[in-house]
Nanobody, 127 residues
Framework: VQLQASGGGLVQAGGSLRLSCAAS????????MGWFRQAPGMEREFVAG????????YYADSVKGRFTISRDNAKNTVYLQMNNLKPGDTAVYYC?????????????????????WGQGTQVTVSS
């Protein structure tokens, strides 16, 4: 699976962005998907994850209520709608795909379970 993230940019605090992650191949629906982010000098951190069907989602506390993850399996794409953005959200955002046998949502928060990663898209939030 190859992943291509897009949609990043520069936005003022309080603004919104929608990130997209397009996947190649015909097995997209067999992967659970996640978004992570990495700020300069920081480790990659979990943002949001979604089940294969899209019916279950999981969020980091820092983005809960502001970000929404969704997927369209017919389009092989996962999205991250980001509202009420804050300067602390500034980072490179990465999408990942994982196909472990786990059904635990908590597993989506672990970067080490992801098999494939996109190239990242920069999000910058100005104050």
């Amino acid at each position: 699976v190859q992943l291509q993230a897009s949609g990043g940019g520069l936005v003022q605090a309080g603004g919104s962005l929608r990130l997209s992650c397009a996947a190649s191949g015909r097995t997209f629906s067999t992967y659970r998907m996640g978004w992570f982010r990495q700020a300069p000098g920081m480790e990659r951190e979990f943002v949001a994850g979604i089940s294969r069907s899209g019916l279950s989602t999981y969020y980091a506390d820092s983005v809960k209520g502001r970000f929404t993850i969704s997927r369209d399996n017919a389009k092989n794409t996962v999205y991250l709608q980001m509202n009420n953005l804050k300067p602390g959200d500034t980072a490179v955002y990465y999408c990942g795909a994982e196909r472990t046998t786990s059904h635990s949502l908590l597993t989506l928060g672990r970067a080490d379970v992801y098999e494939y990663w996109g190239q990242g898209t920069q999000v910058t939030v100005s104050s």
